[in-house]
């Protein structure tokens, strides 16, 4: 009973009705000569050049998706079955180009039946994405409130370690393509189960939410309604793209809940732990380098490992950060003295804090693009340089571990030393600094 529930909710199809509702169709453009055609007798599988690879006959999905890993199919289930014409192609040259108009254009692969959906979807799948994070966090910090980013950095940093880590030891390919039109390219060549996007879509909004009633003078009502939309519209996307299957979103969804029982508590410790403890630089290095020698090893390279890479030098550079602060009385140890006890009033943005926020985003991420450029030649050249690697060869050594974890590790790290620590100097020194910068404890 529960293999047929689970079988039922990974069906493509039912990922490919839902695109259907919301006006995704198959661009189906016609062939000379029908793939199926040209088929001998021989029982030897079908195999596609990328992972997760393509099918072409649609009636085969269902009774070889989970037999046969990533789209490799025998040739004798396709043998006398209703063709399915499209482009045999592989994942890497899937385009994800589309046809608003409907235009018959054999470089086509797909039409959107109505633009509000498309862009609200895409929306919301870049609200799980770990650029829009690295955005948001130093907006938050330079911006609003270093106690609740703190805490939300945390939050990120587990949920999506635990989830990525999963998904390359599970190892669930993605729906199939087709029935399924699939929408991101980018992700394309990670594994479906659990999605991480439900996961950081139900995590970071109700961590967000909790951590802010207990801080500051909310409505209960708007903040929930906000939290539920932000995780709904995070998890249709990955629907509606074509990237994960409902049983995906679904594992996503409860293994986060289950997950955050036991964070949200841990939270305020952890935060305590990394700002006063003498030797906290030292354990929040330890552990995350040791989590990433601990990520599961993998047979091909996915942009899942660099992201996880990413995520950690992010926390660990937002911990040191914090500590330097705190030991340098940056973050004041009688701030509440300061600023009074929580929760605290929200103040309606004027036009002078708009001016000063615009001001100080313009400097902080101006550094940080320095920040991210030069780091990311360093650490490139250093580690070809150690392992006698050719540095030309960017595009075969970036997908080396011996490379990748440095490259992504610190480089993020730098960004975050730079975003907690560095970019507040530079605002306090040209007397732009948000008033309540160093005193949120």
């Not at 039912?14 to 006006?23: H, I, N, P, R, T």
């Not at 959906?117 to 270093?146: K, Q, R, S, T």
């Amino acid at each position: 009973m529960a293999s047929q529930l689970f079988q039922t909710l990974n069906d493509p199809h039912l990922v490919a009705k839902f695109q259907k509702f919301f006006g995704i169709t198959y661009k189906v453009p016609p062939t000379e000569t029908d793939p199926i055609d040209t088929l001998d007798d021989s029982d030897e599988p079908i195999e596609f050049s990328g992972k997760n690879g393509h099918i072409f006959d649609k009636s085969a999905v269902i009774d070889d998706y989970n037999n046969h890993t990533n789209g490799s199919i025998h040739k004798r289930n396709l043998r006398n079955r209703k063709p399915y014409r499209t482009h045999m192609r592989s994942a890497s040259d899937f385009s994800t180009s589309s046809s608003k108009s409907g235009s018959s254009s054999t470089d086509v692969d797909y039409e959107v039946g109505s633009s509000f959906f498309y862009y609200l979807f895409h929306i919301g799948a870049g609200l799980g994405n770990e650029m829009f994070y690295c955005c948001f966090f130093p907006y938050w910090f330079w911006n609003v409130d270093g106690y609740v980013c703190r805490r939300l950095v945390l939050t990120w940093c587990l949920i999506m370690y635990i989830g990525q880590a999963l998904k390359d030891i599970i190892r669930l390919p993605r729906p199939a393509s087709p029935p399924v039109v699939r929408m991101e390219k980018r992700y394309e060549l990670e594994y479906g189960m659990p999605s991480t996007h439900a996961m950081i879509g139900l995590a970071f909004p109700w961590a967000f939410i909790y951590f802010s009633i207990n801080r500051y003078e909310v409505n209960n009502q708007v903040a929930i309604t906000f939290g539920l939309a932000w995780c709904l519209c995070v998890c249709l996307s990955r629907l509606y793209l074509g990237m994960h299957s409902v049983a995906d979103v679904l594992a996503g969804l409860g293994l986060a809940t289950i997950l955050m029982v036991f964070i949200i508590p841990a939270l305020d410790w952890i935060d305590e732990f990394q700002l006063k403890h003498q030797y906290a630089p030292f354990v929040m290095v330890a552990v995350t380098v040791f989590a990433a020698l601990m990520y599961p090893r993998i047979d091909e390279w996915s942009t899942c490992r660099g992201d996880t890479m990413l995520i950690l030098g992010v926390q660990v550079g937002v911990a040191i950060a914090s500590w330097i602060n705190y030991q340098n009385n940056f973050i004041p140890h009688d701030g509440v003295e300061l600023v009074g006890s929580p929760p605290y009033h929200i103040k309606t943005p004027d036009i002078e804090w708009a001016k000063m926020a615009l001001l100080r985003m313009v400097i902080g991420y101006s550094s940080l693009f320095l920040t991210r450029a030069s780091m990311k030649q360093v650490t490139y050249k250093i580690s070809c340089w150690l392992y006698r690697l050719k540095p030309e060869e960017y595009e075969k050594n970036k997908k080396l571990m011996i490379v990748e974890l440095p490259y992504k590790y610190f480089t993020y790290c730098a960004i975050s030393l730079n975003v907690v620590y560095l970019s507040p100097l530079i605002f306090r020194y040209f007397d732009i600094e948000r008033p309540t910068c160093w005193t949120e404890l």
